[in-house]
Protein backbone atom coordinates (compact mmCIF):
# COMPACT_ATOMS: atom_id res chain seq x y z
CA UNK A 1 0.00 0.00 0.00
CA UNK A 2 1.53 3.30 -0.87
CA UNK A 3 1.04 6.75 0.65
CA UNK A 4 -0.64 7.96 -2.47
CA UNK A 5 -3.01 5.29 -2.66
CA UNK A 6 -3.61 5.34 0.73
CA UNK A 7 -4.27 9.41 0.77
CA UNK A 8 -5.87 8.77 -2.65
CA UNK A 9 -8.87 6.23 -0.33
CA UNK A 10 -9.14 8.10 3.36
CA UNK A 11 -10.31 11.45 4.02
CA UNK A 12 -7.43 13.63 5.40
CA UNK A 13 -8.88 13.58 9.09
CA UNK A 14 -8.70 9.57 8.35
CA UNK A 15 -5.17 9.89 7.29
CA UNK A 16 -4.01 11.73 10.65
CA UNK A 17 -6.04 9.31 12.07
CA UNK A 18 -3.87 6.61 10.25
CA UNK A 19 -0.62 8.42 10.02
CA UNK A 20 -0.89 9.39 13.93
CA UNK A 21 -1.46 6.14 15.18
CA UNK A 22 1.57 4.31 13.52
CA UNK A 23 3.65 7.38 13.93
CA UNK A 24 2.51 7.02 18.51
CA UNK A 25 3.65 3.21 17.87
CA UNK A 26 6.98 3.62 16.94
CA UNK A 27 7.28 6.51 19.19
CA UNK A 28 6.60 4.56 22.24
CA UNK A 29 9.02 1.60 20.56
CA UNK A 30 11.92 3.87 19.93
CA UNK A 31 12.18 6.45 22.83
CA UNK A 32 11.26 8.95 20.47
CA UNK A 33 10.38 12.14 21.84
CA UNK A 34 10.04 14.30 18.44
CA UNK A 35 8.48 11.77 16.67
CA UNK A 36 5.33 11.27 19.49
CA UNK A 37 4.82 15.12 19.41
CA UNK A 38 3.77 14.48 15.47
CA UNK A 39 1.79 11.95 16.35
CA UNK A 40 -0.59 13.60 19.02
CA UNK A 41 -0.60 16.84 16.37
CA UNK A 42 -2.25 14.63 14.01
CA UNK A 43 -4.07 12.64 16.73
CA UNK A 44 -6.09 15.20 19.02
CA UNK A 45 -8.55 15.89 17.16
CA UNK A 46 -9.49 11.72 17.51
CA UNK A 47 -8.55 11.60 21.14
CA UNK A 48 -12.16 13.73 22.08
CA UNK A 49 -9.99 15.77 24.34
CA UNK A 50 -8.99 19.89 24.48
CA UNK A 51 -6.06 20.13 22.18
CA UNK A 52 -4.40 21.84 25.31
CA UNK A 53 -3.31 18.27 26.83
CA UNK A 54 -1.38 18.05 23.58
CA UNK A 55 1.85 19.10 24.99
CA UNK A 56 1.69 16.75 28.02
CA UNK A 57 0.59 13.61 26.54
CA UNK A 58 3.55 14.38 24.06
CA UNK A 59 5.78 14.65 27.33
CA UNK A 60 4.82 11.31 29.06
CA UNK A 61 5.58 8.28 27.13
CA UNK A 62 2.52 6.13 29.23
CA UNK A 63 -0.29 8.35 27.69
CA UNK A 64 -0.04 6.26 24.94
CA UNK A 65 -0.62 2.75 26.71
CA UNK A 66 -4.41 4.35 27.05
CA UNK A 67 -4.53 6.79 23.56
CA UNK A 68 -3.12 4.06 21.06
CA UNK A 69 -5.47 1.59 21.72
CA UNK A 70 -7.90 3.76 22.13
CA UNK A 71 -7.79 5.55 18.45
CA UNK A 72 -6.94 1.84 16.77
CA UNK A 73 -10.37 0.53 18.11
CA UNK A 74 -12.45 3.34 17.35
CA UNK A 75 -10.77 3.33 13.47
CA UNK A 76 -10.75 -0.42 13.34
CA UNK A 77 -14.68 -1.27 14.96
CA UNK A 78 -16.11 -1.99 11.58
CA UNK A 79 -14.03 -5.07 11.06
CA UNK A 80 -14.87 -8.73 11.85
CA UNK A 81 -13.32 -12.19 12.66
CA UNK A 82 -14.91 -14.71 10.59
CA UNK A 83 -14.34 -18.15 9.13
CA UNK A 84 -13.63 -18.70 5.06
CA UNK A 85 -12.00 -21.39 2.99
CA UNK A 86 -8.70 -20.16 1.29
CA UNK A 87 -7.64 -22.41 -1.72
CA UNK A 88 -4.09 -21.97 0.06
CA UNK A 89 -4.69 -22.66 3.82
CA UNK A 90 -7.88 -24.10 3.65
CA UNK A 91 -11.01 -22.93 6.49
CA UNK A 92 -9.46 -20.15 7.56
CA UNK A 93 -10.06 -17.25 10.48
CA UNK A 94 -9.73 -14.01 8.84
CA UNK A 95 -10.89 -10.21 9.27
CA UNK A 96 -13.52 -9.69 7.17
CA UNK A 97 -13.89 -5.26 5.93
CA UNK A 98 -16.72 -4.30 4.51
CA UNK A 99 -15.21 -1.53 3.35
CA UNK A 100 -12.39 -0.07 1.81
CA UNK A 101 -11.54 2.62 4.67
CA UNK A 102 -11.64 -0.49 6.95
CA UNK A 103 -9.62 -2.23 5.14
CA UNK A 104 -6.98 0.10 4.81
CA UNK A 105 -7.53 0.72 8.80
CA UNK A 106 -7.04 -3.19 9.40
CA UNK A 107 -3.92 -3.47 7.25
CA UNK A 108 -2.31 -0.49 8.29
CA UNK A 109 -2.33 -0.84 11.63
CA UNK A 110 -1.25 -4.30 12.10
CA UNK A 111 1.27 -4.99 9.02
CA UNK A 112 2.43 -1.36 8.09
CA UNK A 113 5.35 0.88 10.03
CA UNK A 114 5.52 4.80 8.47
CA UNK A 115 9.41 6.26 8.24
CA UNK A 116 9.65 8.77 10.81
CA UNK A 117 11.53 11.13 8.76
CA UNK A 118 9.84 10.86 5.23
CA UNK A 119 6.55 9.31 6.36
CA UNK A 120 6.58 6.56 3.72
CA UNK A 121 4.48 3.77 4.63
CA UNK A 122 6.20 0.11 4.20
CA UNK A 123 5.84 -3.53 5.45
CA UNK A 124 9.43 -3.99 7.62
CA UNK A 125 11.71 -6.61 6.03
CA UNK A 126 13.19 -6.94 9.47
CA UNK A 127 11.34 -7.10 12.68
CA UNK A 128 13.28 -3.76 13.79
CA UNK A 129 13.25 -1.72 10.98
CA UNK A 130 12.32 1.47 12.03
CA UNK A 131 13.07 3.90 8.83
CA UNK A 132 12.18 3.56 5.14
CA UNK A 133 15.97 4.15 4.19
CA UNK A 134 19.60 4.10 5.44
CA UNK A 135 19.32 7.83 4.54
CA UNK A 136 16.24 8.58 6.42
CA UNK A 137 17.30 6.72 9.24
CA UNK A 138 20.47 9.12 9.30
CA UNK A 139 18.35 11.96 8.47
CA UNK A 140 15.99 11.36 11.47
CA UNK A 141 18.85 10.60 14.02
CA UNK A 142 20.03 13.97 13.05
CA UNK A 143 16.70 15.44 13.38
CA UNK A 144 16.24 14.31 16.97
CA UNK A 145 19.87 15.00 17.72
CA UNK A 146 18.69 18.72 17.05
CA UNK A 147 15.09 18.33 18.59
CA UNK A 148 16.46 17.63 21.90
CA UNK A 149 19.42 19.77 22.33
CA UNK A 150 17.11 22.84 21.31
CA UNK A 151 15.31 21.54 24.00
CA UNK A 152 17.89 21.31 26.88
CA UNK A 153 17.76 24.61 28.14
CA UNK A 154 14.26 24.71 28.46
CA UNK A 155 14.31 21.53 30.28
CA UNK A 156 17.16 22.72 32.83
CA UNK A 157 15.22 25.82 33.50
CA UNK A 158 12.08 23.29 33.97
CA UNK A 159 14.64 21.26 36.88
CA UNK A 160 15.98 24.50 38.61
CA UNK A 161 12.25 25.56 39.14
CA UNK A 162 11.08 22.56 40.43
CA UNK A 163 14.43 22.91 42.84
CA UNK A 164 13.73 26.76 43.70
CA UNK A 165 10.16 25.81 44.69
CA UNK A 166 11.61 23.07 46.83
ZN1 LIG B 1 11.89 7.49 4.78
Known amino acids: MSLE ?59 TRVHLPRAATEALKDARFVLWFSPRFGFTPALYCPNVRTGIFVRGLLTL ?24 GHAHRTAKWRFLNQLKPQRRAKKRSKRGAA
Not at 29 to 45: G, S, W
Not at 113 to 136: D, L, V, Y
Request: with cysteine; proline share 6%.
Open 113 to 136: SRCPHCGTPFTPIKGNQIHCTESC
Open 5 to 63: SIQRELSEKDCDLLFGALDLKKAYENEDLLLRQRAYQKLMPHLGEPDVFQQVYAEYKGW
